[in-house]
């Protein structure tokens, strides 16, 4: 896999240059990720905590650090002092628990919310009633130690590019409408996490702010 040679063509094709590429390094050696930060990525994404937890220390300072998958709130504690983002919080459960293990440190931690916007069951999320339910919860807007950065979504996997187009409208459409509204200081909507190897490109046009891009830089996970 010539990493360097990747990235360099991912790149060329971005149409929002302002979008930050995650490079998504799960499954992946610490070499690849080394390659990667020579390379001047400095933002990584990672799917299991146990993996995170292994390769942070192995990398330099200031390396980014994106929780992506799925997080189970009995594991939050252990990324919660460095993580840079956390991309998937699908529940008002987690994010409670976010919320209490920063406490705990006294830092506060960044957040996305996961929309589901894909047409299969599996994936995880928040529908736009969910939303709406938890933003006007009163102990959602007693939480101290998160900051809400925006949304993040994954369209489904397949090969009509109309539906996922239509997937990242329609989350496109919630992050806009949210901006309207009145939110607590904590929440901010500017972040839409959008966007994979197989659709960043569509997912680009239809605005998103960052993409989480893996097999298309260091190759298929097998
Ligand atoms: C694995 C993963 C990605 C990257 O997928 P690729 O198709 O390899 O680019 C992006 N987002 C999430 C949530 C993932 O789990």
Redesign the pocket.
């Known amino acids: 896999m010539d990493i360097k040679a990747n990235l360099e063509a991912v790149k060329k094709t971005f149409i929002n240059p302002d979008c930050l590429l995650v490079a998504?390094s799960?499954t992946k050696p610490l070499a690849d990720l080394k390659e990667a930060y020579a390379c001047g990525i400095r933002d990584f994404?990672e799917?299991k905590v146990q993996e995170i937890q292994a390769k942070q220390p192995e990398m330099p300072e200031d390396t980014r650090w994106h929780m992506?998958?799925h997080l189970q709130s009995n594991k939050v504690k252990y990324i919660a002092p460095f993580v840079h983002l956390i991309?998937?919080v699908d529940s008002f459960k987690l994010l409670k628990e976010i919320n209490k293990q920063g406490k705990k440190i006294d830092r506060i931690i960044p957040v996305l919310l996961q929309i589901h916007i894909a047409e299969e069951e599996s994936k995880f999320g928040f529908d736009a009633k969910e939303i709406q339910e938890m933003i006007q919860d009163p102990e959602f807007t007693a939480l101290t130690h998160v900051s809400v950065q925006g949304l993040m979504g994954?369209a489904t996997f397949t090969e009509d590019e109309n539906q996922i187009r239509k997937e990242f409208k329609s989350l496109k459409s919630l992050f806009e409408n949210l901006k309207k509204e009145t939110l607590p200081a904590f929440v901010e909507m500017k972040e839409l996490s959008m966007g994979?190897?197989?659709d960043y490109l569509i997912a680009q046009e239809e605005g998103s702010t960052m993409v989480?891009?893996?097999?298309?830089i260091f190759g298929s996970?097998g």
Do not use: Q
Not at 212 to 216: F, Q, V
């Open positions: 998504v799960k994404g799917n992506i998958g991309h998937g994954m994979m190897s197989g989480r891009i893996g097999s298309a996970r």
